[in-house]
């Protein structure tokens, strides 16, 4: 029997009341009672990066951010744009893992919560895509939270059309997973491949 899946969420934005983190605890509260999603609240702990550290000195903080990622089947991002590119923490959180075997092909869900960020997104496609990860890109969705209150969006994220989306669109990330664990290909570098490849 299959063990139930672990997903990841990154979540580019730190602020308490991040419209990003509302859209990303919808999907974890909407999420099958299989499926585990995980907000990370490593980000704001990492120092910046700096290579000399790479070999010696790998930060605690960031050794468990990359230990939260291998032991993750997928991860979901959300992210603002700032000054039309990706936040400073989420960067800086991905030039961590570069190095690292951790990220490579795993596979990665792309969600937002404004109307507009197109900058940040294509800027945050080019860096995952650099790194290697496996982006399902027909898993990507946006709904335009930006700006509204707390209580509007909990309104919006709780209309059926909003829960709908929020579902199908998990469930075709989660197909992609599935699909890794039963076909031997490299889009998954989790533990379910590594528990398929032994």
């Avoid at 120092?47 to 960031?62: G, L, T, W």
């Avoid at 335009?144 to 969006?153: D, I, P, S, Y």
Wanted: hydrophobic share 45%; net charge negative.
């Amino acid at each position: 029997m299959p063990r139930p899946l672990v997903l990841y969420a990154l979540c580019g934005s730190l602020r308490k009341a991040s419209s990003n983190r509302a859209l990303l605890e919808a999907l974890r509260d909407i999420a099958p009672a299989d499926i585990t999603i995980e907000i990370c609240e490593l980000i704001g702990d990492l120092p910046i990066f700096n290579p000399d550290r790479e070999a010696d000195d790998m930060p605690a903080s960031v050794l468990a951010l990359a230990a939260k990622i291998r032991a993750a089947d997928g991860l979901i991002v959300a992210s603002p744009e700032y000054a039309h590119g990706i936040p400073g923490g989420l960067k800086n959180a991905l030039d961590w893992l570069v190095s690292r075997d951790e990220i490579p092909h795993k596979p990665v869900m792309l969600v937002h919560a404004s109307h507009r960020g197109d900058d940040a997104l294509a800027a945050l496609t080019e860096v995952l895509k650099t790194i290697s990860v496996r982006l399902v890109d027909e898993s990507f969705f946006r709904i335009n939270l930006l700006g509204k209150t707390v209580e509007q969006r909990t309104a919006i994220l709780a209309e059926p059309g909003t829960q709908a989306l929020l579902s199908e669109n998990l469930q075709r990330f989660l197909q992609v997973i599935a699909d890794c664990r039963t076909d031997k290909t490299d889009c998954l570098s989790g533990p379910a491949f590594r528990e398929r490849a032994l």
